[in-house]
């Protein structure tokens, strides 16, 4: 059985581009999160000044607020004021980060559309099985490591947040702008540090999910040539169809002899049938040729029918070389073949 045999040949070309239609790809959860992440941080301070304008200026709206009755049509008017700022603000990073998931998606496994992860399974909804994932092996790794990443990223990002704690008695007596001018310069001091961890993360996680992803998918021998089978047809169907295909031409070949003027023969060998027909063709045609049995056979039909036999070991062999059957008789062979005929008609061989 194919699946009892040791898998340990990388998988075919055709095995790939299976898994990937049925949506099984190598894409690593945290190279896509750092792509993201990376994206979103640039993002970030691309529209710090942006966002900080936005935020003032709805800082001064409240503020001009203050003397005014809280009504209910003041209450709505802050409501939509807040949510249009506030979308101003998210909309334009919301959609940097969307296209930077789909793009640290491409960047991994390439365009890859298909809808048939889509489709209904219901096989999933077997709660056994569906519970023997949850306690996996696989499952317990993926937890192990969500879990030593997690607590990584945040003990290096905890020692440099408390060095800036440090920092804040002295902050607090800056004014506004540069209190968040020092927020910016930390801001990005701890996300270079953050990205660098994640990063080597993302690293480690490419790797191994790439080489299980492979080794998941290595066949064995018999299943590499059962693909192979598969693509290219069964050899022995192949070779009955061509042996149908040989047996077909060669009835249609013998059945051309009777019609034949001559033909040329080696005496032990080869057989050449010729006909030559001044309203269809400009030369004279091969319409059978053989050697050994077939030869003999051609000889038999030529002899049964009244066609003549007539021994040219040098003109049998150049024919049965040089000219397929159907074809005409090349030109440095017109001589040759014109004396046979000729003798052929003069002895009256011809068959009528």
Same mark, same amino acid.
Do not use: N, W, Y
């Given at each position: 059985m194919a699946d009892d045999q040791e898998k340990t040949e990388e998988p075919t070309a055709k095995k790939l581009a299976d898994a990937r239609e049925e949506g099984n790809v190598p894409r690593?959860?945290?190279?896509?999160g750092v792509i993201v992440l990376f994206v979103a941080i640039l993002a970030l301070l691309a529209m710090f000044s942006f966002i900080a304008d936005h935020l003032l200026s709805l800082t001064k709206y409240y503020f001009s607020l203050m003397n005014h009755p809280l009504e209910q049509v003041n209450l709505i008017d802050i409501a939509i004021v807040t949510f249009r700022e506030f979308l101003i603000m998210a909309l334009p990073f919301t959609l940097i980060v969307a296209i930077a998931g789909v793009a640290g998606t491409v960047a991994q496994i390439g365009f890859n559309f298909t809808t048939k992860p889509l489709a209904p399974n219901f096989s999933k909804l077997d709660p056994i099985a569906g519970f023997a994932n949850m306690v996996s092996m696989q499952k317990v790794i993926e937890a192990l490591k969500i879990?030593?990443?997690?607590?990584?990223?945040?003990?290096?990002?905890?020692?440099f947040f408390w060095a800036y704690m440090k920092e804040l008695p002295t902050v607090a007596l800056f004014s506004l702008w540069d209190q968040m001018a020092w927020f910016k310069e930390k801001a990005i001091i701890l996300a270079a540090v953050m990205l660098v961890v994640l990063f080597l993360f993302a690293v480690v996680d490419l790797f191994l999910t790439r080489k299980h992803y492979f080794d998941k998918l290595k066949m064995s021998m018999q299943e590499i040539k059962d693909e192979m089978k598969n693509m290219e047809g069964d050899p022995h169907v192949?070779?009955?169809? +061509?042996?149908?295909? #040989?047996? $077909?031409? +060669?009835?249609?070949? #013998?059945? $051309?002899?009777?019609h034949a003027d001559v033909v040329v023969t080696n005496p032990t060998h080869y057989a050449v049938a010729i006909k030559y027909d001044e309203t269809k063709h400009n030369a004279p045609v091969v319409v059978a040729k053989g050697v050994d049995n077939i030869a003999v056979q051609i000889k038999k039909i030529a002899r049964e029918n009244g066609v003549h036999v007539m021994e040219s070991p040098p003109l049998a062999r150049a024919l049965y070389k040089d000219v397929e059957i159907d074809h005409p008789v090349p030109e440095?062979?017109?001589?040759?073949?014109?004396e046979v005929l000729a003798y052929v008609y003069k002895m009256g061989k011809k068959k009528k």
């Open positions: 690593s959860q945290d190279t896509a879990t030593f990443k997690s607590f990584a990223a945040m003990g290096v990002g905890f020692i192949k070779a009955k169809i +061509r042996q149908i295909q #040989m047996q $077909a031409a +060669r009835k249609r070949m #013998m059945s $051309a002899v009777p440095a062979l017109f001589v040759a073949v014109a």
